[in-house]
């Protein structure tokens, strides 16, 4: 077997190699298991992001993962790193009182995307106002 030429190279073999082993466990409260991912699902899921985020032109630039805890956030960053986008995590913000800290990542590491769930999405959008225009939003779990 050749060595992995990256961290890609590696999920794609783990993925050939064990499928259905799995590769991340999600701990809801750090003791019960609340998901799973195989490594084929990982694979799968970060390959769909990785060709939505090349499609959309978003190799070479970065993408804000704004992402509750879970296994999202997970397939997310592997789909940036198949889609050639830089990954910039930031936790969500917990109501409005939280959005400057958001704005200020925002605008420093100003990204061509925004990667979330439907339900965050919807619920983040309005409170970027006119720093949201021109970003493109993105619910990874309709992919």
């Known amino acids: 077997m050749t060595q992995p030429r990256s961290l890609v190279d590696l999920l794609r073999a783990r993925a050939a190699a064990g499928p259905d ?5 999600f701990l809801a409260d750090g003791e019960t298991e609340a998901a799973r991912l195989s490594y084929a699902g990982v694979d799968a899921a970060a390959r769909a992001l990785g060709d939505t985020l ?7 630039e970065r993408a804000l ?35 400057p800290r958001l704005r200020a990542i925002l ?3 100003a990204p061509r995307a925004v990667l979330t769930t439907r339900a965050l999405l919807d619920e983040v959008r309005p409170w ?9 939003w993105i619910a990874t779990d309709e992919i």
């Open 21 to 25: 082993r799995p590769a991340y466990t």
């Open 54 to 60: 090349r499609r959309a032109g978003c190799a070479g």
């Open 65 to 99: 993962l704004l992402y509750p805890q879970g296994l999202e956030f997970v397939t997310a960053f592997w789909g940036c790193l198949y889609g050639g986008a830089v990954a910039v995590p930031a936790y969500p913000p917990r109501g409005e009182r939280g959005l």
């Open 107 to 109: 605008a420093d590491a």
């Open 128 to 136: 970027f106002g006119e720093a949201g225009d021109g970003l493109l």
